[in-house]
């Protein structure tokens, strides 16, 4: 499976999950209302797959331009300094305000932005220039 593609699925899989489980922490929230939102991970899982194509399209183009040109753990902290920032960018174009609006609104992007970091480093890239 493509590199690119693997951080991307963890990342639209996991972010969530993840998510969803630091909301009810910090609202408190009880078991049955967890089960009743439960739909909005299934809309949350669309709306990062949708939302994260043209992020993860650049990810692909700066990935496969340097992969042959720098070694490995350079490629990935470049990953992931692009991928922190293309979040924060793709949450900044679709709502403007969620600065403003609190710790649950910075949950989402901070969850996100934390979850695609960790999955360009979980994830091994099989053509990069290997360290020595």
Do not use: H
């Amino acid at each position: 499976m493509n590199y690119t593609f693997k951080v991307w699925l963890f990342t639209i899989i996991v972010s969530p999950l993840l998510l969803f489980l630091a909301l009810l922490i910090v609202n408190d929230s009880k078991f049955d209302s967890v089960l009743d939102s439960s739909s909005l991970i299934f809309i949350m899982f669309i709306c990062g797959f949708i939302f994260s194509i043209p992020a993860m399209i650049i990810f692909q183009i700066i990935q496969s331009r340097l992969i042959k040109k720098i070694k490995e753990n350079k490629l990935k902290i470049i990953l992931s300094i692009y991928s922190f920032i293309s979040v924060w960018i793709t949450f900044y174009i679709l709502d403007k305000g969620f600065i403003e609006r609190g710790i649950e609104q910075l949950l989402w992007v901070i969850i996100y932005s934390i979850t695609i970091v960790l999955g360009v480093w979980i994830f091994k890239n099989r053509k990069a220039i290997k360290e020595i």
